[in-house]
């Protein structure tokens, strides 16, 4: 076993569960989705950046991109969430909600797409 792609694998799929985790629930309803649940998806989405760093690989590259990505729609959910909160004093009414959740909807697209090139990667690697 090599420890460092079990924790390169860790963090993916840690990251993958938690934005699933807050995706989950009535898309206008801000009771279902929690923020702290968003932290944590967006302290280990950096995380599992941080670590695609060192990888030179074409698949490596890739993993980059899709975990930037996460990490730029789940950034711009807090944005939107921390905006519509404390700048504006709109509160988190069902327009702002779903705005949020689509951003996580969309991170939770890459984060789904590393895991699959994370798993065929797997499977194409010999001894």
Known sequence: MNLERITFAFFIVLALTLNFGFFVGDIDNPVHHDRFELFAAIVVNLIAT?????DRTHIGAVLL??????????IA??????????????????????AIVSMSGGALLANFVSVVILMA???????
């Open 121 to 127: 990667e797997t499977l194409m690697m010999r001894r």
């Open 65 to 74: 991109a899709t975990s930037l990505v996460a990490d730029l729609q789940l």
């Open 77 to 98: 959910a807090a944005v939107i969430w921390g905006v519509a909160v404390y700048g504006t004093g709109v509160g988190l009414t069902p327009q702002v909600t779903v």
């Open 50 to 54: 941080v670590l695609k760093f060192g």
